[in-house]
């Protein structure tokens, strides 16, 4: 809904306005004033008007900024234009007061205003002061309207900056660097996804939207660089859902001389606080769920936790045939050319990574899933390798890898993920030739770590959709 306010020809909008106060600065500052009081210090502060209501020759307001909100009181025989003030000023219009600091009789903080500028009209409505806005594709489509109508919307965004700067502080702290990689990248490498295409003039070549940053982060590692990290945005071709978006923030950490073992003491690290840092604590509600995500996790193979959920014991080592037939007895679709790790991931992901509540390590993942991660080193594990999944809430957080730096055995991984699609999986690894250079010059033992940014600022802030937690998330088409 819109409207055009009755303004005054001769109403001015100034360039600057100098002096400004935020709004939570003036709070903290008076913080304990008894009701009724006045202060006798003159202030000016700047933002939105979200209420107005007149009683008589007085008039109460709401001036709210990024930090919080103030009410404004006006006098009729104090308050310069007056009249022009509570008759033309609409909700949504931005101006700028100056006047006393005081406290009103129910102990409300306020400004007494003397003078004020208009500084922006709003010629659109804000909505209903009472409900906001509720319409879901309103609010999504036109963030700035539901930042200002729903605060907690503009809180969960404060949430998420706290967050990703815990999160470069503490890498920081830990002597990591951050660098930057291609976004456009000549092969989708670094994870089994569909990718974006795009067609550069210049060079007469099709490039790809990066669905993750890896592969050029492990060539830095292998240049010298032994601790280095990326946090940025991967653009992934594939649905929507509470849990996906298809360009989505992740947190990619590279060491060298450690293992997926030293990725899980840095993964509990880096969560707890985050959480600490976004709540102030680690004992988190989600959805009704109390959650504890203080150090240490649970650790359990993907394979114990299908056993628990299936009720008998499973392993990569069972005959195929027994496999296939247990995921048909639990209603689980398996394809023909599935070999026995792809069918246990596949129960995993069916049955058992929903149920899992309490943050969890699941541990040693089929070899048939995981091209890049490094064959475990216990010889009673074959056909296994050194990866985790971080999973919370029935989401996977995040994942990591002891990484794999054979460039004989990567070769031969990247040709099966050809052969994959090959035979129709379009989301399979495309062989890249420059990435197994790099590997035969020698890369350290190295693990590896990426965690969604997204699902993380989700849990820690309570949010049902991850389009709660992007400022500007993926949409339809206006029609």
Same mark, same amino acid.
């Given at each position: 809904?819109?409207?055009?306010?009755?303004?005054?020809?001769?109403?001015?909008?100034?360039?600057?306005?100098?002096?400004?106060?935020?709004?939570?600065?003036?709070?903290?500052?008076?913080?304990?004033?008894?009701?009724?009081?006045?202060?006798?210090?003159?202030?000016?502060?700047?933002?939105?008007?979200?209420?107005?209501?007149?009683?008589?020759?007085?008039?109460?307001?709401?001036?709210?900024?990024?930090?919080?909100?103030?009410?404004?009181? /006006?006098?009729? =025989? !104090?308050? *310069?234009?007056?009249?022009?003030?509570?008759?033309? #000023?609409?909700? $949504? &219009?931005?101006?700028?007061?100056?006047?006393?600091?005081?406290?009103?009789?129910?102990?409300? /903080?306020?400004? =007494? !205003?003397? *003078?004020?500028?208009?500084?922006?009209?709003?010629? #659109?409505?804000? $909505? &209903?002061?009472?409900?906001?806005?509720?319409?879901?594709?309103?609010?999504?489509?036109?963030?700035?309207?539901?930042?200002?109508?729903?605060p907690e919307v503009r809180e969960r965004l404060k949430v998420r900056s706290r967050v990703i700067a815990q999160l470069r502080g503490d890498l920081g702290d830990r002597g990591f660097m951050e660098v930057e990689t291609p976004i456009l990248q000549p092969i989708a490498s670094g994870a089994v996804a569909r990718p974006f295409v795009t067609h550069h003039n210049a060079l007469d070549a099709d490039l790809y939207l990066r669905i993750a940053p890896e592969l050029y982060l492990k060539r830095l590692?292998?240049?010298?660089?032994?601790?280095?990290?990326?946090?940025?945005?991967?653009?992934?071709?594939?649905?929507?859902?509470?849990?996906?978006?298809?360009?989505?923030?992740?947190?990619?950490?590279?060491?060298?001389?450690?293992?997926?073992?030293?990725?899980?003491?840095?993964?509990?690290?880096?969560?707890?606080?985050?959480?600490?840092?976004?709540?102030?604590?680690?004992?988190?509600?989600?959805?009704?769920?109390?959650?504890?995500?203080?150090?240490?996790?649970?650790?359990?193979?993907?394979?114990?936790?299908?056993?628990?959920?299936?009720?008998?014991?499973?392993?990569?080592?069972?005959?195929?045939?027994?496999?296939?037939?247990?995921?048909?007895?639990?209603?689980?679709?398996?394809?023909?050319?599935?070999?026995?790790?792809?069918?246990?991931?596949t129960l995993y992901e069916e049955l058992v990574e929903s149920t899992i509540v309490e943050p969890t390590f699941v541990l040693d993942f089929p070899k048939e899933v995981s091209p890049l991660a490094r064959d475990h080193r216990d010889p009673a594990k074959h056909g296994r390798v050194e990866q985790f999944d971080l999973v919370i809430m029935g989401r996977e957080m995040g994942t990591a890898y002891s990484e794999l730096n054979d460039p004989d055995e990567q070769r031969r991984r990247f040709l099966q993920q050809a052969e994959a699609r090959r035979h129709g999986d379009d989301e399979a690894m495309v062989l890249d030739e420059d990435f197994l250079r790099a590997l035969e010059h020698g890369m350290p033992p190295t693990g590896g770590l990426g965690i969604g940014v997204d699902r993380l600022v989700i849990l820690l802030t309570d949010a049902p959709h991850i389009k709660e937690v992007i400022a500007f998330p993926a949409l339809r088409p206006e029609i």
């Open positions: 809904m819109e409207h055009e306010t009755d303004v005054r020809d001769d109403e001015t909008i100034p360039y600057e306005v100098l002096g400004v106060e935020p709004v939570e600065s003036l709070r903290v500052s008076h913080q304990g004033l008894p009701a009724d009081a006045r202060t006798g210090q003159v202030v000016t502060v700047a933002g939105r008007l979200m209420r107005l209501r007149r009683q008589g020759k007085l008039a109460f307001g709401d001036l709210v900024d990024s930090g919080g909100k103030v009410q404004l009181l /006006l006098r009729r =025989e !104090v308050t *310069t234009d007056f009249e022009i003030f509570v008759h033309q #000023r609409v909700l $949504g &219009d931005w101006v700028a007061v100056t006047g006393e600091v005081m406290t009103s009789r129910s102990g409300e /903080l306020s400004v =007494e !205003v003397r *003078t004020w500028q208009l500084l922006a009209r709003a010629r #659109r409505n804000f $909505g &209903d002061k009472w409900r906001g806005v509720s319409d879901p594709d309103i609010r999504y489509r036109q963030r700035y309207m539901d930042l200002w109508a729903n590692v292998v240049g010298g660089f032994e601790r280095v990290f990326e946090l940025g945005r991967d653009f992934r071709n594939e649905g929507l859902s509470p849990r996906h978006n298809p360009e989505f923030t992740m947190l990619e950490v590279y060491q060298a001389y450690t293992d997926v073992y030293g990725m899980i003491e840095l993964t509990e690290a880096l969560i707890s606080q985050a959480a600490l840092a976004a709540c102030g604590t680690t004992e988190i509600v989600y959805q009704g769920q109390r959650i504890d995500l203080k150090p240490p996790f649970r650790r359990a193979t993907m394979e114990e936790l299908v056993s628990e959920v299936v009720a008998r014991q499973v392993s990569l080592d069972q005959p195929l045939e027994d496999l296939v037939q247990l995921a048909h007895d639990h209603g689980v679709k398996v394809e023909p050319t599935d070999g026995p790790g792809r069918v246990v991931f």
